[in-house]
């Protein structure tokens, strides 16, 4: 029998979609371009760049 995961999405189960993350604003995050991390935007000052904690992209 055919189960939809969608049934299951944000309910806490043991499905592939729940992460644990939850954010109100997801405007507040950035993926990274090479490993898709994601990481909390933060203001930056001039002359600072981000960098990926797992694939140290820029």
């Given amino acids: ?9 944000g309910t806490g189960g043991n499905d592939a979609m729940t992460t644990g993350l939850h954010y109100e604003n997801l405007d507040s995050l950035i ?9 909390e935007l933060e203001e930056l000052r001039p002359g600072q760049r981000a960098k990926c904690s797992r694939s140290h992209t820029t």
């Fill in 1 to 9: 029998m055919y189960e939809d995961p969608a049934r299951y999405a």
């Fill in 31 to 39: 993926a990274c371009p090479h490993c898709d991390l994601l990481h």
